[in-house]
């Protein structure tokens, strides 16, 4: 992990090491692939890190370092709150985009649609008549309504 001590090969700078890569790449990556942004993170993070002075690989450990480095957990926390906020944008994206493609949502109805119409209109109508739960010839009403309104093309109950 980077934030150690370290002594450059290249410059001979003794002291703290920072971490390889851009932590821009990395909240690039977090907007718009997680995955890819934890696993380029993770590489970011391995080995020794590089000079804070010249950016060179060339180090080796040294034990020079008086002084104590804060940690920068602190990233990770704004990897994971980017991540989710690439999600929640690409997820918005997407949506919008299927709707510009495919016209939104369906308005016409289905068959199950014109029953279901069909049948409060029924309901209603012999609760009207204070037919309502038996018709006077013994049959549930719900039955009776169920059978008329079965494939009804309208929606509109036809009351015999």
């Given amino acids: 992990m980077a934030n150690k001590c370290i002594s450059c090969n290249n410059c001979g700078h003794t002291g703290w090491s920072k971490n390889r890569g851009n932590f821009l790449i990395t909240i690039v990556l977090a907007i718009f692939f997680f995955i890819p942004a934890v696993i380029y993170e993770i590489w970011r993070r391995t080995g020794l890190g590089v000079c804070e ?66 049948m409060t209109q029924g309901l209603k109508h012999y609760q009207q008549q204070g037919q309502y739960p038996m018709l006077p010839n013994g049959v549930e009403t719900s039955t009776h309504v169920m059978g008329v309104c079965k494939k009804s093309k309208d929606g509109k109950f036809k009351a015999p």
């Fill in 53 to 118: 002075n010249c950016g060179s690989d060339l180090v080796q450990p040294s034990n020079s370092c008086t002084s104590n480095r804060p940690s920068d957990a602190g990233d990770f926390i704004v990897l994971g709150v980017l991540g989710f906020i690439g999600s929640i944008v690409v997820v918005v994206i997407y949506a919008f985009f299927n709707t510009l493609i495919n016209g939104g949502p369906s308005t016409q109805k289905t068959t199950k649609d014109y029953e279901l119409i069909c």
